[in-house]
């Protein structure tokens, strides 16, 4: 097969071989070093060497990536961007909706495979329901809709359907759910027309299973359905970390949009990356700076003023070299010292170590462009963002820290675990612990079945036959190890091992306690309020006191949705989720049902999804590490459906210098999150008011 491929001003033939049994391809061209260019950023590309020079040979893949980005090149196709710049459709909405949410039906009805990267409370859920009954007008059937999501995610867009009463039934599935999907898949099974990855910021990463999983089911629905197929990415932090996790999500919507044929090509665009060493051994990529200023200097990173780009001599090196030689050292050197130029320099003198004072880090600065903002350009079209602050009229979040004084008993207790722990992070989880008013321990419940041997005592190794014989070769392959059989290092040959439960021991009443008890009681009138605490021993904590104050409870921790009464007995989950959403039609029935209802969760477990507008506030107990958890979780109150009167406080409590400590590295993550996202100029933080 041969094509004619764009490089750069020139058009160049190139002969496609497929190689047989593969779905390869050997390709073969003229020497063109553009084309080359383009080659290599292939997926899978590989170069085997020359054929009938001076044609070169490489091979490549046909993935969907591939062929994205040969139709791009060939000037007979059509260009696979087109469809990404065409003006949005028009359509008639069978609900009311805020012009934002008409402008994400009309993205996602023009684009078909696109990403809603929309902040949080956008109403991104109701807009994808849109989209569905306006398809289904093309004759999809209910059993090709396909919803995967987080499992709070299935669970709140379950509700979603209930409460805006769509006219389409769908398959719910969580993203664990679909990597055991695919792995079974047959030929026989549905291929879904419209598939709906919530939270798409959890398939950031192209090694993990369910991010594999996705992206083979999208690429069944555009093989299968092509323009009549529909994937829809949504998330309201698609980059939480760092902008680097933006290429697999654009890889699942559309393989191939970005230019680049792996993260790490990606990565190596964004930013400087220098080797470093490790104190285990090896070495491992270490991110200097990103690329989002274009006074930063391509090669270090550094901007013009820097040391990099000033070409010294200290002191010591010019008393050495003399005052005429160091002059002229600095006015002909335009590049790092060449071991000639050392000689020259020093050749009146029978030592030259001195001259390591020369900046041998000089190098003429070269003018960098910002990655970072270029990246959000580079995304348009497949990409839509939308900012709650320029869609709809909500008041600010209003941040407040209430700082409680330790007790000298706690103050104590810190000093004792400083000492005493030999790592860093033991001490910091043990002193979080302490912040909160319990510690972590561990008893001896029983014995369970060894988890290495599995009760019998004795294991397997394989071991290189080098060590039993000294003639064996020294390249040692499969076949070269032997199996002996040895005791059980982990139980010892006994086939059990102790059986360890962890035990929330309390300590005496927190400082934070009263602070919480307060805003309880400062709540009343409202009868709803979100607390969220950062391990499983502190919700324990809260939902204790929350009964002693007559609050009935819904309780989010990792392991599901569990609602109780002040006295006890077991609630609808459901149906206080429904009590959460200040904008439920059955609002004033569930208030009165129920007057003091308090969601209480961990922001890692009930952060996403959820809607829990009925509460004007959110008080973080004690926080987790996750960045994205943090900011997804404050926003579960500040959206549309909120009372705009009574506003959304976010309050820290503070107690320990850990929990400072914590908020504070949060708060660089959130500045790295508005950046990613594309923000052209990062808004200056607000003044936090400290009670």
């Given at each position: 097969m041969i094509r004619k491929l764009k490089a750069g001003k020139y058009i160049v033939t190139v002969e496609f071989i497929e190689i047989p049994g593969t779905?390869?391809?050997?390709?073969?061209?003229?020497?063109?070093?553009?084309?080359?260019?383009?080659?290599?950023?292939?997926?899978?590309?590989?170069?085997?060497?020359?054929?009938?020079?001076?044609k070169k040979l490489w091979s490549i893949p046909l993935t969907p990536r591939n062929k994205f980005q040969l139709n791009f090149l060939d000037v007979n196709c059509s260009n696979p961007y087109i469809m990404y710049d065409l003006p949005l459709v028009d359509f008639s909405t069978t609900r009311p909706l805020y012009t934002h949410q008409i402008e994400m039906c009309r993205f996602a009805l023009t684009r078909h495979y696109?990403?809603?990267?929309?902040?949080?409370?956008?109403?991104?859920?109701?807009?994808?329901?849109?989209?569905?009954?306006?398809?289904?007008?093309?004759?999809?059937?209910?059993?090709q809709i396909l919803y995967v999501g987080p499992k709070s995610g299935v669970k709140a867009v379950g509700r979603e359907l209930v409460k805006w009463n769509a006219k389409f039934d769908l398959r719910l599935i969580t993203y664990e759910g679909l990597v055991k999907e695919i792995k079974f898949w047959s030929n026989s099974d549905i291929i879904p027309r419209i598939v709906i990855f919530d939270e798409c910021s959890k398939l950031k990463t192209p090694t993990a299973q369910r991010s594999k999983a996705a992206l083979e089911l999208a690429n069944m629905v555009r093989e299968f359905w092509k323009e009549k197929g529909y994937v829809i990415l949504m998330s309201g932090t698609p980059?939480?970390?760092?902008?680097?996790?933006?290429?697999?999500?654009?890889?699942?919507?559309?393989?191939?949009?970005?230019?680049?044929?792996?993260?790490?090509?990606?990565?190596?665009?964004?930013?400087?990356?220098?080797?470093?060493?490790?104190l285990a051994g090896g070495r491992f990529p270490h991110i200097v700076t990103w690329m989002d200023d274009e006074h930063k200097c391509a090669i270090c990173g550094q901007l013009k003023e820097h040391n990099n780009h000033q070409l010294f001599i200290t002191k010591e090196a010019g008393e050495f070299l003399g005052e005429t030689k160091m002059t002229q050292a600095l006015q002909r050197i335009e590049k790092p010292l060449s071991e000639e130029q050392l000689k020259s320099l020093a050749q009146d003198h029978n030592e030259i170590q001195n001259l390591q004072y020369i900046n041998s880090n000089y190098h003429p600065f070269k003018a960098s462009r910002n990655e970072i903002k270029y990246l959000y350009e580079r995304l348009k079209g497949l990409v839509l963002v939308k900012f709650k602050q320029d869609c709809l009229d909500l008041p600010d979040k209003q941040y407040e820290i209430i700082k409680v004084k330790p007790s000298p008993e706690i103050l104590r207790a810190a000093k004792i675990i400083k000492t005493k722990s030999t790592r860093t992070i033991t001490a910091l989880t043990l002193l979080r612990e302490l912040s909160d008013g319990f510690q972590y321990e561990f008893n001896e419940d029983g014995k369970e079945t060894c988890p290495v041997c599995h009760g019998s005592g004795i294991t397997k190794i394989k071991i290189p036959k080098s060590l039993v014989n000294t003639q064996a070769p020294l390249d040692i392959k499969v076949e070269d190890f032997t199996e002996e059989t040895i005791t059980c290092e982990l139980c010892g040959g006994d086939k059990v091992i102790p059986h360890m439960s962890r035990v929330a021991n309390v300590l005496n009443e927190s400082p934070k306690d009263s602070a919480f008890i307060e805003l309880l009681d400062d709540h009343e009138d409202v009868g709803r309020f979100v607390v969220w605490g950062g391990f499983t021993g502190t919700i324990d904590r809260l939902v204790n006191i929350c009964h002693q104050y007559s609050w009935a409870t819904l309780r989010v921790d990792g392991r599901g949705y569990f609602g109780t009464s002040s006295t006890?007995?077991?609630?609808?989950?459901?149906?206080?989720?429904?009590?959460?959403?200040?904008?439920?039609?059955?609002?004033?029935?569930?208030?009165?049902?129920?007057?003091?209802?308090?969601?209480?969760?961990?922001?890692?477990?009930?952060?996403?999804?959820?809607?829990?507008?009925?509460?004007?506030t959110a008080l973080y107990y004690s926080n987790s590490f996750k960045g994205e958890s943090r900011m997804q979780s404050e926003d579960r109150i500040h959206r549309m459906g909120m009372d705009k009167n009574r506003g959304a406080r976010i309050i820290d409590l503070i107690h320990l210098s850990t929990d400072q400590l914590i908020l504070d590295n949060l708060k660089q993550k959130r500045k790295l999150q508005n950046l990613s996202m594309g923000e052209l100029s990062e808004a200056l933080e607000k003044e936090e008011r400290v009670i």
């Open positions: 779905n390869r391809y050997y390709i073969k061209f003229p020497y063109n070093k553009k084309l080359i260019d383009e080659i290599k950023v292939l997926e899978g590309a590989k170069w085997h060497g020359y054929d009938e020079k001076p696109c990403i809603f990267a929309c902040e949080m409370g956008t109403g991104k859920t109701l807009s994808a329901i849109e989209v569905i009954e306006h398809a289904k007008k093309d004759g999809i059937l209910d059993n980059a939480p970390k760092s902008p680097v996790d933006w290429w697999h999500q654009a890889e699942v919507a559309c393989p191939g949009f970005l230019r680049e044929g792996n993260i790490h090509k990606f990565k190596a665009r964004l930013c400087i990356i220098e080797e470093r060493e490790s006890g007995e077991t609630l609808d989950s459901d149906e206080l989720l429904d009590a959460m959403d200040n904008s439920h039609p059955r609002r004033q029935e569930l208030l009165d049902k129920y007057p003091q209802l308090c969601f209480v969760g961990h922001p890692e477990a009930g952060g996403m999804a959820l809607t829990l507008t009925a509460s004007p």
